[in-house]
T-cell receptor, first 113, second 112 residues
Framework: GENVEQHPSTLSVQEGDSAVIKCTYS??????FPWYKQELGKGPQLIID?????GEKKDQRIAVTLNKTAKHFSLHITETQPEDSAVYFC????????????FGIGTKLQVIP | DAGVIQSPRHEVTEMGQEVTLRCKPI?????LFWYRQTMMRGLELLIY????????DSGMPEDRFSAKMPNASFSTLKIQPSEPRDSAVYFC??????????FGQGTRLTVV
């Protein structure tokens, strides 16, 4: 089955700096890569996603890049704010949706004011 | 819509007892997913339904776990008998087709 590795497990940045979270996947057939943000006491919430026919996608301060050859994908958050503090999960899907999705272990991001 | 609603938010039970977790998906969504979240294993997909029919339960850890979806607006995840290693946060999520899955706030289960 699919295996998703996520690094780092914890990340602290100063407010205004950038944060980068990296993931690798094992199954070259994976074709959908969502990123979720989980705030304390809440369920995960989708923040951005990318499909395998696209190399990069951006939404305001958040961007995701995908390297299919290397089986790497990354989340980039620029101009970080305290409200960005949360746990972020990457995921890879073999089905194009959530039917065959494998999540990474998560990255706890702390933005220091 | 109020989003995916799970109940209870917290459940503490004794080992050997039956536990039932409940989920109301977003109206109109045709997929429903049950996940388990632990520190060691992260988010794991347990089972999912499409149009109320269980499609893949390969993530269900043991026969002690069962899930049902009697109609489009309600699903249950039952553990009988419960064990301490079942302690985790259980999430229900729903989606319409292949797009975004919306998660509920989860049920934190503690088995003592």
């Amino acid at each position: 089955g699919e295996n998703v590795e996520q690094h780092p497990s914890t990340l602290s940045v100063q407010e205004g700096d950038s944060a980068v979270i990296k993931c690798t996947y094992s199954d070259s057939a994976s074709n959908y890569f969502p990123w979720y943000k989980q705030e304390l006491g809440k369920g995960p919430q989708l923040i951005i996603d990318i499909r395998s026919n696209v190399g990069e996608k951006k939404d305001q301060r958040i961007a995701v890049t995908l390297n299919k050859t290397a089986k790497h994908f990354s989340l980039h958050i620029t101009e970080t704010q305290p409200e960005d503090s949360a746990v972020y999960f990457c995921a890879a899907s073999l089905s194009g949706g959530y039917q065959k999705v494998t999540f990474g272990i998560g990255t706890k991001l702390q933005v220091i004011p | 819509d109020a989003g995916v609603i799970q109940s209870p938010r917290h459940e503490v039970t004794e080992m050997g007892q039956e536990v039932t977790l409940r989920c109301k998906p977003i109206s109109g969504h045709d997929y429903l997913f049950w996940y388990r979240q632990t520190m060691m294993r992260g988010l794991e997909l347990l089972i999912y339904f499409n149009n109320n029919v269980p499609i893949d339960d390969s993530g269900m850890p043991e026969d002690r776990f069962s899930a049902k979806m009697p109609n489009a607006s309600f699903s249950t995840l039952k553990i009988q008998p419960s064990e301490p290693r079942d302690s985790a946060v259980y999430f229900c999520a729903s989606s319409y087709g292949q797009v975004e899955a919306f998660f509920g706030q989860g049920t934190r289960l503690t088995v003592v």
